[in-house]
């Protein structure tokens, strides 16, 4: 995608025109709909912090004005953002930015449900946390150098007192310099919003990839099952604006009362 230019007298483009020409490869222009660059323009601005999370943004009023286009065009930018969970829509009250202290986002990235009962947020044990050289694959997943710092976290989450995900990540260490496992076990948030809050970082998107695995015996001590035991394993990386990895989490997790939940659309 290739945004419109953000200076106003460049904008001359209305609501009618269907595309716009951008900059591609060698001799072959691309288009991009007017809406996306304007989508751009705003993904833009919360990504230079211009309206932090949590903050409500211009109206579409305003920002029609803003980009020299109309309203509609807007209105259709931000219903994809909305829809890509970086914004919120509030009835009434207008259009805010997305953030991880929301309860409603406390489980976009946490997929693992109870079979029973009403979903709530795990207990915590830091088993380990250090900062590291990122071997070369963990440099591969986080777009990183082979030996760059890394900052290494093991942590067991348990649900009602029964160790249920075994999980280990890796963040980039420049990133996370002042990151520290004293800070994370008096945090009482949900760690991205820890991430958000006090290191300006935003998890907006992950991928993963999901597997079974039987329980080695490292993982049956720390999920107090058996070695031998089925466990669902996924591995996640989770990305901030402009595609930069800045998470990669490995999780072992025990579906004896919970499962797995993704919500297609």
């Known amino acids: 995608m290739n945004p419109v230019s953000s200076n106003p007298t460049n904008q001359g483009a209305t ?9 591609g490869t060698g001799n072959s222009p691309t288009f991009s709909p007017l809406y996306q660059q ?4 705003i993904t833009q601005s919360l990504q230079s ?6 903050e409500l943004i211009p109206s579409e009023v305003e920002l029609a004005g803003r ?9 259709k930018a931000i219903d994809e953002l909305a829809a890509e969970n970086l914004v919120l829509r509030r009835q009434g009250k207008g259009t805010f930015v997305s953030t991880h202290h929301e309860a409603r986002a406390h489980f976009r990235f946490l997929r693992l449900m109870p079979d029973e009962g009403v979903p709530h947020q795990p207990d915590n044990q830091i088993i380990e946390f250090k900062r590291m050289r990122a071997a070369a694959e963990v ?4 777009d990183l150098k082979s030996g760059d710092a890394v900052v290494y976290i093991k942590r067991v989450q348990s649900f009602d007192g029964a160790p249920t995900i075994l999980e280990e990540l890796w963040l980039p260490g420049l990133l996370f310099k002042g990151l520290t496992a004293e800070r994370l076990v008096e945090y009482k948030g949900p760690m991205y919003g820890l991430f958000e809050s006090e ?3 935003r998890m907006i998107r992950a991928s993963e990839k999901i597997r079974a695995v ?3 015996p490292g993982a049956a001590q720390f999920l107090r099952v058996t070695e031998g035991t089925a ?3 996924a591995e996640r990386v989770s990305y901030t604006y402009g595609d930069k990895a800045v998470e990669l989490r490995r999780g072992l997790y025990l579906t004896a009362h919970h499962h797995y939940q993704n919500d297609l659309s």
């Open 15 to 23: 609501a009618g025109s269907a595309s716009a020409p951008a900059a």
């Open 38 to 41: 304007i989508k751009g323009l």
């Open 49 to 54: 912090g211009e309206w932090k999370p949590g």
């Open 67 to 75: 980009f020299k286009v109309s309203q509609g065009t807007v209105r």
């Open 139 to 142: 440099a591969r997943l986080l």
């Open 199 to 201: 290191f300006g970082t």
């Open 214 to 216: 039987a329980a080695d």
């Open 231 to 233: 466990l669902l394993c």
